[in-house]
């Protein structure tokens, strides 16, 4: 096979979690465009029914969507089936479904918290669970998972600890499904983005510019289709040899 058709997608599904918005979107516009079929998994049915006319009209693609919240295993069970129901499999999944917020450690009620890694650790442990016995059971697949470089730093000048802890389980979660169905020919990766322009970083806050921007040493932030390039890398056979690994795409801001 030559090296630029290990990058094609054609004849492969991939499941998009938080496909609707920001960076899960650009992913399943990348992937899409690369040929795979979508399918787009967010909580909002209206918006992702929108997403996914556009993106087939765009593409040309196979594109359905299916209205997920992935804290309840009952719709990531439902996801997977009718993924498989519609196209026959899942190649990939995309865990880009997720939340944060600013928060003082002193006094973060235990709702918050129990919200956010429902979210951000839970819903992609149940994801991956469910897919992971679909793609085990074929011998094949690619897990793609969005972390943080708030896994690795602490971020200021706000304070989001529970974010920071989540994005640092995202990680180990990714490194031991990793290892523990790598003779499955399963993969399983982590992509760990900068400040990106979306609505969770709320970058439009003047008075943080100077952290999220200025001292990122390329001094600026990142458009959500610069993380794309890496998860179709991630998703395709052109990384077939790489799983467990975590992919820093930051702007070179977690170098000082």
Not at 139 to 160: A, D, L, T
């Amino acid at each position: 096979m030559a090296i630029m058709d290990k990058f094609s997608m054609q004849g492969k599904v991939s499941v998009v979690t938080g496909g609707s918005n920001g960076i899960g979107l650009a992913i399943a516009e990348g992937l899409a465009e690369a040929g795979s079929a979508i399918v787009i998994a967010a909580r909002d049915g209206a918006r992702n029914t929108a997403v996914a006319e556009d993106l087939r009209r765009k593409t040309g693609v196979k594109v359905i969507a299916v209205t997920t919240d992935v804290a309840s295993r009952d719709d990531i069970e439902r996801l997977s089936e009718t993924a498989i129901a519609e196209f026959g499999q899942i190649d990939v999944l995309i865990n880009s479904a997720g939340i944060g917020f600013h928060a003082d450690a002193l006094k973060l009620p235990d709702a918050d918290w129990d919200r956010l890694f429902s979210i951000n650790l839970e819903g992609m442990w149940k994801a991956c669970q469910i897919v992971g016995r679909h793609m085990v059971g074929r011998g094949k697949g690619s897990i793609v998972n969005i972390g943080s470089i708030s896994g690795f730093i602490i971020n200021r000048p706000q304070w989001h600890s529970p974010y920071g802890i989540s994005k640092a389980a995202v990680h180990h979660l990714t490194r031991s499904l990793a290892a523990e169905w790598a003779t499955a020919g399963v993969r399983v990766n982590a992509i760990a983005p900068g400040y990106v322009k979306t609505g969770i970083a709320s970058t439009e806050y003047e008075d943080y510019r100077h952290y999220w921007r200025d001292e990122v040493p390329m001094r600026r932030y990142a458009r959500a289709d610069e993380i794309a390039p890496t998860a179709l890398l991630l998703a395709s056979d052109a990384s077939s040899f790489t799983t467990g690994s975590v992919f820093v795409v930051d702007g070179g801001y977690t170098l000082w």
